[in-house]
């Protein structure tokens, strides 16, 4: 299976920052990269996929790049909604498997 | 396209669990469907689902020969169905659509919560 990491675990920003989080996975990917956005006890909601590209209705502020092994998910100047759970996903071999989850809380 | 899962389920070792989703707003022949599930406290965890490079139905390795997935064309509706329950499957299931390809999952439904507990 390929195993996805992400770096950080969990990171606390204040309304305004710019946050940038990474997704490796243990072997190439190609472009198949999605991130999911989650709050608690919600369902996850897809803002990405295939590594750059904005899911509909997202706002402009998140933002996706990479390829091969190396993701990265950016939000600039981070809204009071943006504080939830991040999650990448890669569907290039089954199982789609996850990465373990970035948690953005509020300084 | 709208995703609807049953409720919650309680149910005792051993025992079996049929989840269904219910998809309105697009034909789910169309779709991928695809099972996820949550631990409490836990990250998001494939179960089974359309894979492309396989072209049919696949379940995650740990769950093969207990997993079973359908769907009813007829109905629009997904069932996921999950036997010889044990503790470690306490968790929030969710039913996710994709696109054909099951390159991305875009509509979730709202989960299911299935408790094992003798």
């Known amino acids: 299976d390929i195993q996805m990491t992400q770096s950080p675990s969990s990171l606390s920003a204040s309304v305004g920052d710019r946050v940038t989080i990474t997704c490796r996975a243990s072997?190439?990917?190609?472009?198949?990269l999605n991130w999911y956005q989650q709050y608690p006890g919600k369902a996850p909601k897809l803002l990405i996929y295939?590594?750059?590209t904005l899911q509909s209705g997202v706002p402009s502020r998140f933002s996706g790049s990479g390829s091969g092994t190396d993701f990265t998910l950016s939000i600039t100047s981070v809204q009071p909604e943006d504080f939830a759970t991040y999650y990448c996903?890669?569907?290039?071999?089954?199982?789609?498997?996850f990465g373990p989850g970035t948690k953005v809380d509020i300084k | 396209v709208q995703v609807v899962q049953s409720g919650a389920e309680v149910k005792r070792p051993g025992a079996s669990v049929k989840v269904s989703c219910h998809v309105s707003?697009?034909?789910?022949?169309?779709?991928?469907v695809h099972w996820v599930r949550q631990a409490p406290g836990k990250g998001l965890e494939w179960v089974g689902g359309?894979?492309?490079?396989?072209?049919?139905?696949v379940s995650a390795q740990g769950f093969q020969g207990r997993l079973t997935m359908t769907e009813d064309t007829s109905t629009n509706t997904a069932y996921m169905e999950l036997s010889s329950l044990r503790s470690g499957d306490t968790a929030v299931y969710f039913c996710?659509?994709?696109?054909?390809?099951?390159?991305?999952?875009?509509?979730w439904g709202q989960g299911t919560l299935v408790i094992v507990s003798s």
């Open positions: 295939a590594a750059s």
């Open positions: 707003g697009y034909p789910l022949s169309e779709l991928s």
């Open positions: 996710a659509t994709g696109d054909y390809g099951g390159i991305y999952f875009d509509s």
């Open positions: 996903q890669q569907t290039s071999k089954t199982p789609q498997t």
């Open positions: 359309f894979t492309p490079e396989d072209g049919e139905t």
């Open positions: 072997q190439s990917i190609s472009g198949y």
